[in-house]
């Protein structure tokens, strides 16, 4: 096992994978990371399908855009939120927040009329945050990827709408990423940070 902060300076964005087959159990470790990530209210609105088979990879190389090394990855997750929640009006994915069991709209409303007329949010206006929620997840999966010794790399130009009629989703799941995962075939140079002094604010 790596230390942390090593995993932190191992990992890049992969485009070159080796044709090695990654086991089941090291997909299931990266799921395991995404699912204990924290999220708003422990909505937990994160949603991955998982794909191994040739035929759709080449589908999801084309929805994005020719992006040919999604297919050239052993394992392809595509990442998701699943927003229904709040097209039902009420937070279904909510389960067990702090001690008062499951929290619906009407608990967020509650906290909503607390603020001042100005900061106010209607729940639809938190979607926004829902993919931040699945974001951190995802960053688990690529921080645990590098943990197992694999690779893998963002995928934010896609096609959505392709993705959804692809798999035949409704419009309440929303493709976050696209996240091709192999064995690195080579390891490219770090990218140039800025340093600690320029992302400071006084």
Excluded at 10 to 23: L, Q, W
Excluded at 138 to 148: G, P, S, T
Excluded at 175 to 201: M, S, W
């Amino acid at each position: 096992m790596l230390a942390f902060d090593e995993i932190i300076r191992r990992r890049r964005s992969i485009r070159k994978f080796k044709a090695d087959t990654v086991a089941q159990e090291h997909v299931e470790a990266i799921i395991e990371a995404a699912r204990l990530a924290p999220s708003g209210c422990n909505m937990q609105p994160w949603r991955f399908k998982i794909v191994r088979d040739n035929t759709t990879k080449h589908k999801l190389v084309q929805a994005c855009y020719g992006q040919e090394f999604i297919a050239k990855a052993p394992v392809v997750i595509v990442c998701c939120a699943d927003i229904g929640s709040y097209n039902t009006g009420t937070l279904s994915a909510v389960t067990d927040y702090g001690r008062n069991g499951p929290v619906e709209e009407n608990a967020l409303r509650k906290i909503f009329n607390k603020m001042a007329p100005a900061d106010r949010l209607e729940p639809s206006s938190l979607i926004p945050g829902v993919l931040i929620n699945v974001a951190i997840a995802i960053e688990h999966m690529v921080l645990k990827a590098v943990d197992l010794g694999l690779g893998s790399c963002w995928v934010r130009l896609l096609d959505e709408h392709s993705i959804r009629s692809m798999f035949a989703w409704g419009p309440d799941l929303c493709v976050v990423a696209v996240l091709p995962i192999g064995y690195p075939d080579g390891t490219p140079p770090a990218k140039e940070r800025l340093p600690l002094d320029r992302i400071l604010l006084d």
